[in-house]
């Protein structure tokens, strides 16, 4: 059973940052794509960044700069660190993971198989 469990969302002011953590659990997933993407009120699921098999990363262009997504050593837990973070950041993220031989680009969540609950993240201006 896969198992993806996000944590760390809260409400900040514009300029400060967050550090979002992502529970990796499941034997399927040893060699994976793992991807951060959020939902704002009345919007489309968007891609944040993705980190693929080989280690590359890939940003959305809105965050490049400002976010970094990374995985921990033991493959067990995805951070999204955010920094000056903008009100047009607010909104439900959710990590995801998809096994290797598939797509999973960032432009694309329908990619992704396995979704957590998410972690609402609000920024005031």
């Known amino acids: 059973q896969v198992q993806l469990t996000e944590s760390g969302g809260d409400s900040v002011q514009a300029g400060g940052s967050l550090a979002l953590s992502c529970a990796v659990s499941?034997?399927?997933?040893?060699?994976?794509?793992l991807g951060w993407f959020r939902q704002g009120p009345g919007k489309q699921r968007e891609g944040v960044a993705v980190?693929?098999?080989?280690?590359?990363?890939t940003y959305v262009d809105s965050v490049k700069g400002r976010f970094t997504i990374s995985e921990g050593n033991d493959k067990t837990t995805l951070t999204l660190q955010m920094n000056s973070l903008k009100p047009e950041d607010s909104g439900m993220y959710y990590c995801?993971?998809?096994?290797?031989?598939?797509?999973?680009?960032?432009?694309?969540?329908?990619?992704?198989?396995?979704w957590g609950q998410g972690t609402q993240v609000t920024v005031s201006a």
């Open positions: 995801a993971a998809r096994e290797v031989g598939w797509s999973c680009r960032v432009g694309y969540p329908a990619d992704f198989k396995y």
């Open positions: 499941g034997s399927a997933l040893s060699a994976r794509c």
């Open positions: 980190i693929h098999p080989g280690g590359a990363i």
